[in-house]
């Protein structure tokens, strides 16, 4: 899907395809206590085809995530930087995630910005997980805009709505040309105003019944801060359902972790990241910079 984004012959086409890979960027999340917490400096290098992705987190407290993913082939770039912050409201946890999300469409020299929705953690009446929220995708190059809803369940109710609903319109002159309606864990149409054509932008089916688990291509370059490796015994406990040894792990992994931030300060070294050149102001918030213009293959593949 996202190899399509830059394919479309005119800007609109482009637009909509960006729209439908945006949508498919979410997933049905369990409801539960996470078991990772991403510590400093841990990565994530994975490739699929000609796409390439690196992640890092850059910092700790507060939580960031750099990404930069690369295709040179399809001439696509990413930039993405996540910083959730939560906030608890007696019966729910909902968390904003900031930071801006970059897709560069380097052929066309188009750069479209977008946000990401809320993660919201339901208590009471009924536990559960929904995205909720505006997303806003903007493309400046084309005078192009698209504005997406979705929909979280009621209060009284579990069974999740899922719905998105949104627009693609031109903000300078606040013209719709299109509308966005489904549901994102199932399909999503959209409507052209000026012909009243209604066809299927996405299915989640589709799209998601393809996917396979990343492999270790070449187990003696796997980076020593990566995923994989860092969590790697805890995976394996929960898999085995071993949960003392899952947090017997884990608490390795984070104690090594207080034990090197100590270390640091006693030195009164200042950690920097390897991948990114990471900067913070009140009115951007988080940027990270990639450190390299193109993000090498990686051992760690994603079969197609």
């Not at 082939?73 to 900031?98: A, D, L, R, S």
């Not at 929904?130 to 997406?148: H, R, S």
């Not at 369940?153 to 899922?162: I, P, Q």
Request: aromatic share 8%; proline share 7%.
């Amino acid at each position: 899907m996202l190899s399509k984004c830059g394919k479309g012959e005119s800007s609109l086409e482009r637009m909509r395809s960006v729209v439908a890979w945006s949508i498919s960027t979410l997933r049905p999340l369990m409801f539960g206590v996470a078991p990772y917490n991403p510590i400093l400096g841990e990565t994530h290098h994975v490739s699929r085809v000609s796409l390439n992705v690196l992640l890092e987190q850059v910092s700790h407290h507060p939580p960031v995530t750099a990404l930069h993913a690369t295709d040179e082939k399809e001439n696509i770039e990413m930039i993405w930087c996540h910083n959730p912050v939560p906030k608890f409201y007696g019966t729910k946890i909902e968390t904003e995630v900031h930071g801006k999300r970059e897709l560069k469409l380097l052929n066309r020299q188009e750069t479209y910005v977008m946000n990401s929705p809320r993660l919201v953690i339901r208590l009471l009446p009924f536990p559960g997980v929904d995205w909720v929220g505006n997303v806003t995708i903007k493309c400046e190059d084309t005078d192009l805009q698209a504005n997406l809803y979705y929909k979280g369940c009621s209060f009284l109710s579990n069974k999740g709505n899922r719905s998105v609903k949104g627009k693609i319109f031109v903000p300078s002159t606040s013209k719709t040309i299109c509308e966005i309606n489904g549901h994102w864990d199932r399909t999503v149409t959209i409507k052209d105003i000026t012909t009243g054509k209604v066809n299927e932008i996405y299915n989640a089916k589709e799209a998601l019944s393809g996917m396979k688990t990343p492999t270790v291509k070449d187990p003696k370059v796997v980076m020593g801060s990566e995923s994989t490796v860092i969590w790697g015994e805890v995976s394996q406990a929960i898999l085995s359902r071993n949960w003392d040894k899952a947090k017997q792990t884990k608490t390795i992994v984070e104690e090594r972790e207080r034990k090197l931030v100590k270390e640091r300060k006693s030195k009164s070294e200042i950690w920097v990241p390897k991948h990114f050149t990471v900067s913070y102001s009140k009115e951007s918030g988080w940027e990270p910079t990639p450190n390299e213009r193109w993000v090498p293959p990686a051992p760690i593949i994603v079969p197609t």
